[in-house]
């Protein structure tokens, strides 16, 4: 009984490690590949903006992503909040620079990126019911989930019993 225990603990501590060293591979390989990953974004930009166009909108952001709409439209809000161009929507260097951003960001700053997203009135807090319909959202997606509950007790288990948190106490918590 305890082989089998051990046996589980070392391949799942196996996975860790290998998880760990693909995602060191990644980011080595990632800095020689920036530019050509930011061409390649420039012609997805090009595909999904309507010609007369020279910004994405939400619709066409969610078009691209595939998410549904609230939790795409979310990220879209901070692309554009990260975007000097424009508040009217995505510019072409816009879109490149906050992909790039995410694609290419360490543990932290995803974190801090997870955290602007949450923030929905922009005021340094995030409330444990707009998460909540975050996640729902994009577990319902991934899972076509029945039990919303499942994740709004994860959540509530996040926030331990409070309402909202600040940058600095999400920051404590990951």
Known sequence: MF?????NNNNNNNTRIKN???YINRKK??????????????QVFDQVVVKEHTMMNVFMFYHLVQWPLFPAEKMFKYFVSNDNTSDNGLSCNGFCDNVVKVYGAGVNELVEVLFDVLDFMCCGKICVEDVNIFFVHL???????EN?????????????GKSELTKEEYMDIV
């Open 20 to 22: 760990v060293v693909t």
């Open 3 to 7: 082989s089998n225990a051990k046996a």
């Open 139 to 145: 577990h319902m997606v991934e899972q076509r989930a």
């Open 148 to 160: 919303e509950g499942m994740v709004y007790e994860i959540v509530k288990r996040f926030f331990n």
């Open 29 to 42: 390989t990632w800095k020689g590949k920036n530019a050509m990953f930011r061409c390649y974004l420039a």
